[in-house]
């Protein structure tokens, strides 16, 4: 037997219409992942950083968390990769390790804080751009191939939401 829709919370915080939870036969309250948030977030983010990390190791050589942190340098040059983190919501530790082989491969100029030299403000050098660039044109790509069949209108109602969620995701 599978689990039934959950009847209990018929006034769901936010409004919601649907049930994150189901009820099993035995009376156990499990998620509901038809209906869960986190899930969909999660399953459709892990997909596409598998997904491109493939890609982008075999095509460029570096995977999705490299790419994250050049996309991002080259948003906003001569940041400290604790700026990275905060912004792109990547640890400390995944941070340095993209650095360092950014670092590595010719990627970057690194300038050290006058005020403390182990802070360093770090940016894309000409390679690094270029890199930047031939990736972004696959990514661009791959969120054009993502987000095929959607009403535009959909989009922008699924990038309110998710602007939202970004902000309340903060106070959790």
Known sequence: ?????????????????????????????????????PYFLAAVNNALSRGASSR???????GVTEWR???????????PASRICDVIALDK???????????????LNTQASPTDPRRKALSLNDDGYALH??????ALDREAALIDGVDPEDLEAFLRVMRVLRRNVERL
């Open 56 to 62: 982008y190791l075999t095509d460029f050589g570096v």
């Open 1 to 37: 037997m599978t689990p039934s829709t959950d009847p209990a919370g018929a006034t769901c915080p936010g409004g919601r219409l649907s049930q994150p939870t189901l009820v099993t036969p035995h009376g156990q309250r499990v998620i509901d992942i038809d209906n869960y948030i």
């Open 93 to 107: 530790a995944a941070v340095s390790r993209s650095v360092s082989k950014l670092a590595d491969m010719g990627l």
């Open 69 to 79: 942190v050049l996309s991002w340098l080259a948003t906003e040059p001569g940041i």
């Open 133 to 138: 660039d031939r990736v972004m044109a696959t």
